[in-house]
């Protein structure tokens, strides 16, 4: 190996002697099979300069690494056999631009020269040097850079293997076919940051991207993988400018802070940007807020936290996957600048590293002390080495290891440098051979392309901690490796705190609530609550619950409405069964003493056989109250149909066949002395029957047209809240159902009332005239109230109990009237004055005619007999007649 004089002979000349006034720009190594090298040396200049400081780092470590992997494949008798590698490696000094000036030297050999119009002095025609031809490119560094070159190397089909371009555009095989890289994409990258965010619970972030080829495509990565998988929206992404102005960064940070529910920021940004950007944090307080994301850029480095190590706590970082190479260590710890002239940067580099100068021209004149050349690098200097160096080493064991295959294959296995392959190395060949290799690289980690020769993505997820017990530190809590792997539990954040921090838009939504999506943002959301019988179907909608089912306690389903009936318990029941039991005691007492005293007068007089006809009529309405409470059944519902009208329709048949006997009596008695038809017991029952057989027809054909079934009715309960809602379990009988059951009954009971009116001008109590007729004026009252009641309840979520209890009580109510006033007086005379049970002597029909036309004047002197004898003599003579 040696140095090309064209590109200047300084390197490290004898104590004392001046120096050349310009650094070289290329680093040449002779060999068989020469590849080409770009590395940023030195940094980007200002004022238009080309150049500025030297790289330590990532120039002179990644050069080294080239030239030291270079050195161990010749020694390799395996890889190569007697075939050295050689290296032309320039300087990009961190530039598109100036590293594609530098790139043409790579295709000079490829570029005819026409010398026809260049004639030497003496008229010769001229020589010109045969420049290397170049079969391949380490580098670049920056993606800028590489996709410059890209764009030349692939017109000369000369492959290209980067060993830090990380921009996802590269990975367009059809615009750069030519490129491979060893280090993954930030596809991989990104998709590496969106599955931490996704891990962590963040749907809400904001991105941050240094203005540039890696910054942007970076987050256009993440964005367009965020819209893809969706679950993550994006509250922002800002662009920090190449050139930022002053109180640029402070606008950022109160960009980000508008979408402050939007803490977690996804950075992928240099390091200078991201210093600058913690600092603004810090002096706008916000230490703490934000959950920085920073991508391989960050990494693991220092120099973006130094002095503001609060602000940057608990940021995550992801550096892809790497390994120290601990030759790379020994090897450049033994540089010195007697052993490595080759590197026509490394007297740069020594005076930048030991702070010192080279004779009186060297690139420091500020600095204190000279150079003594003893100096030794990890002695008198720090020294760790570059994050980059393993791929570097891999870049080129890469290229080498496809020339190995290319020339196994051309020169069929002989050792030494075989003329066919001498003649032409076919660029479009190599490539081919580059993406098949698959070996273990310098930190044992596999080495294999893809069809567009990115690299397999593997990264280390670190975190930025402090600790009580030590200084401040990156961590590492996890891999990516196609997967993330992420240890939760090892994870801190401000002072210590283990429990995740949110970063999103709108809390989840409680249990029974739906989303209802802001447009255009489909992580923030407001919650509405699934109202009334609405129970919640998805994470969006509220569905209705079937007519018989209700939300459950959670909303998230429904369960059967609860089905209830009138519990013999309830006060609603118990009121009733009172009033109807001691009804159908009283009703019992009244049948028994009846039925004792049979024979007696007063018993004769009320008409027997039609008295025990009213008595059937009040007890079955006492008796309904039970069936009326009792579980519905088809039984009790068959029951319910047949005795609720029947008990008023006996009553109220019984009554008006009497009501209408003294009517007839008494109008025909103005007429003539012949009695009226049909005014014996025996007619009197067939036409009471006969009326109550009208009422069992129409039963009977409600019975075939709808036979009889139970229902549960959800309406009657269905109440604003559902958790009050019950079903009635209950006869499917409508409330017109049973207007038309009791409407017979009712028009019976009318029809009374008219004849009590009308036969109100009969001698006073002759014949029960009048208790009838105060019976059935009180039984209208009490029926007149029932109707508002029950129908006035209709919509009452008690409807069930109150036209229960109402129908029970009204139907106990009349019931109680016609026993009170018609019976009562004849019972306690026959109990407790058995003197006035005595037989008066008996009249002819024409005597009773005779005295109701006489009835006024009979009864102004019947106060002058003793004991009413009038009253008694005339309902006497008036049974006598009837038998």
Known sequence: SGIHPAYGDWLIPPLGSPPPSRYAHSVRLDGDIVLGGLFPVHARGDRGAPCGELKKEKGIHRLEAMMFAIDLINKDPDLLPNVTLGARVLDTCSRDTYALEQSLTFVQALIEKDGSDVRCANGDPPVFAKPDKIVGVIGASASSVSIMVANILRLFKIPQISYASTAPELSDNTRYDFFSRVVPPDSYQAQAMMDIVTAMGWNYVSTLASEGNYGESGVEAFVQISRETGGVCIAQSLKIPREPRPGEFDKIIRRLLETSNARAVIMFANEDDIRRVLDAARRNNQTGHFLWV????????????????????????????????????????SRSLSNNRRNVWFAEFWEENFNCKLGMHGKRPGSPKKCTGLEKVGRDSSYEQEGKVQFVMDAVYAMAHALHRMHRQRCHGNPGFCQDMADNIDGKELLSHIRAVSFNGSANTPVVFNENGDAPGRYDIFQYQITNRSTPEYRVIGTWTNKLYLNVDSMRWRRGDSSLPSSVCSVPCRTGERKKVVKGVPCCWHCERCEGYHYQASEFTCELCPYEMRPDANRTGCVPIPIVKLEWHSPWAVIPVFISMLGIVATSFVVVTFVRYNDTPIVRASGREMSY?????????????????????????????????????????????????????????????????????ASQLAITFSLISVQLLGVFVWFAVDPPHTVVDYGEQRTQDPASARGVLKCDISDLSLICSLGYSILLMVTCTVYAIKTRGVPETFNEAKPIGFTMYTTCIVWLAFIPIFFGTSQSAERMYIQTTTLTVSLSLSASVSLGLLYMPKVYVILLHPEQNVPKRKRSFKAIVTAAAMSGKLGQKGGDRPNGEVKTELCDSMETNSE
Request: charged share 20%; hydrophobic share 45%.
């Open 294 to 333: 920073g991508s391989d850029s960050w990494g693991s480095k220092i120099s973006p936290v130094i002095g503001q190590e609060r602000v940057a706590e608990g940021a995550i970082t992801i550096l892809p996957k790497r390994a120290s190479v601990d030759a790379f260590d020994r090897y450049f710890r």
């Open 613 to 681: 006809v009213l008595l059937t009529g009040i007890f079955l309405c006492y008796a309904i109250t039970f069936l009326m409470i009792a579980a519905p059944d088809v039984g009790v519902c068959s029951f319910r149909r047949i005795f609720l009208g029947l008990g008023m329709c006996f009553s109220y048949a019984a009554l008006l066949t009497k009501t209408n006997r003294i009517h007839r009596i008494f109008e025909q008695g103005k007429k003539s002395v012949t009695a009226p038809r049909f005014i014996s017991p």
